[in-house]
């Protein structure tokens, strides 16, 4: 079962009917192997330049670690990648005002 790319509605749909073990079996699989993005992938789907991407990851704001096997294969875990853009999150209250400013 593959739940990537999925909107949480679609994600409700597709685990409704599921039993407590299958769903702690699910859970424990997507964390056990975390997908991981390169710095060109995250500025892409962020709207972003790699080199911005870069300068947050070495600043530590993707959770406080990324991986590097050599100068220049630098990845984040996907968990790293939503933090980091939770960051930027603003919502928008029914009166107009944010609850949280940028």
């Not at 962020?46 to 080199?51: E, I, L, T, V, Y």
């Not at 999150?89 to 944010?98: A, C, E, F, S």
Request: with cysteine; aromatic share 6%.
């Amino acid at each position: 079962m593959s739940l990537s790319g999925k909107s949480p509605e679609e994600i409700e749909r597709t685990l409704i009917g599921k039993s407590r073990k299958e769903l702690i079996d699910i859970i424990c699989r997507l964390v056990t192997v975390e997908q991981h993005y390169k710095p060109a992938e995250i500025a892409a789907r962020s709207g972003m330049k790699k080199r911005t991407v870069l300068a947050d990851i070495h600043a530590g704001k993707f959770g406080g670690e990324y991986y590097k096997r050599a100068e220049n294969q630098i990845t984040v875990s996907a968990s790293g990648v939503n933090a980091w853009r939770q960051s930027f999150r603003v919502v928008v209250l029914p009166n107009g005002k944010d609850s949280k400013q940028a």
